[in-house]
């Protein structure tokens, strides 16, 4: 069989409903990597917050988080590391207007860095990195953020999405994340998983109908549309599904995404 990219989406993914890995899902990838396959985590998570994941499943790949903003080769030097990153000038604005627009708390992340400015009970949360991070002032920000994320007040959601496309649209996409809770993601201009996904590719050398990706969110959208075979789980959102050349039979919570792999590779149990 010709050697596979492998893609894998974390949350909702790869990791079950308490955000862990199942033993089931590490032995998968590592035979998938062992047989010469290139098993990568395409991420919306920080470095930090996926850097214990990478570990567990003792790859060897490149990563990409902040949703294809950073793409790098954790615990090395590599010398294809890439990364957008968000203008400085806009993150400050943010800052400045924060309480006026309604936005709780502003988190700035770099490979190995967070800043945060504002708070919210919540942000903890989603984001364990923050704890003790420094303040973000115009004194402390001294380079461009690979991502932004906003807390907001459910009811200005639409206005701060709205004021940021007005100001910087030309600069900056905005992502509105699923779930009950009002979280924005600030990115460079036109950057998506399935950037990240076309440069391993291209450094691999696999072409793209040998891709595989698993998703379950709109994040995933592009990455899934972009694979030759875009998979999308089976406790996916209706869109991702509609959008996915196949469905896992089993969620992320049933090893999902192992199971799929297993069948497609002919491993055995």
């Given at each position: 069989m010709e050697r596979?990219?492998?893609?894998?989406?974390?949350?909702?993914?790869?990791?079950?409903?308490?955000s862990e890995l199942n033993a089931a899902t590490i032995q998968t990838m590592q035979r998938l990597q062992a047989a010469g396959h290139v098993v990568s985590i395409i991420t919306g998570r920080s470095y930090q917050g996926s850097q214990a994941i990478y570990d567990s499943l003792?790859?060897?790949?490149?990563?990409?988080?902040?949703?294809?903003?950073?793409g790098h080769l954790p615990h090395h030097s590599w010398d294809s590391e890439y990364q957008f990153t968000v203008n400085k000038a806009i993150v400050l604005a943010l800052v400045k207007y924060r309480e006026?627009?309604?936005?709780?708390e502003i988190i700035a992340e770099n490979k190995n860095s967070t800043m945060t400015a504002g708070q919210d009970l919540i942000a903890g949360k989603f984001f364990p990195e923050i704890a003790n991070s420094p303040r973000l002032t115009p004194e402390t920000l001294t380079r461009n953020p690979n991502s932004l994320v906003l807390i907001v007040q459910m009811d200005r959601r639409t206005a701060v999405v709205d004021w940021i496309n007005k100001h910087f649209g030309d600069f900056v996409d905005?992502?509105?994340?699923?779930?009950?809770?009002?979280?924005?993601?600030?990115?460079?201009?036109?950057?998506?998983?399935?950037?990240g996904v076309a440069y391993l590719a291209d450094y691999f050398k696999i072409p793209r109908r040998?891709?595989?990706a698993f998703g379950d969110e709109h994040n995933d959208l592009e990455m899934l549309q972009y694979a030759g075979l875009g998979v999308a789980m089976a406790n996916g959102t209706p869109a991702i599904k509609a959008a996915a050349d196949d469905t896992t039979a089993y969620d992320n919570d049933q090893n999902g995404v192992a199971r799929y792999l297993n069948d497609y590779f002919e491993l055995a149990e």
């Open positions: 596979k990219l492998i893609a894998l989406d974390l949350d909702g993914t790869t990791l079950n409903a308490d003792q790859l060897v790949s490149p990563m990409i988080n902040f949703n294809g903003s950073l006026q627009l309604g936005i709780s905005v992502g509105v994340w699923g779930g009950p809770n009002a979280i924005l993601e600030v990115t460079s201009k036109g950057v998506h998983k399935a950037k040998d891709i595989i």
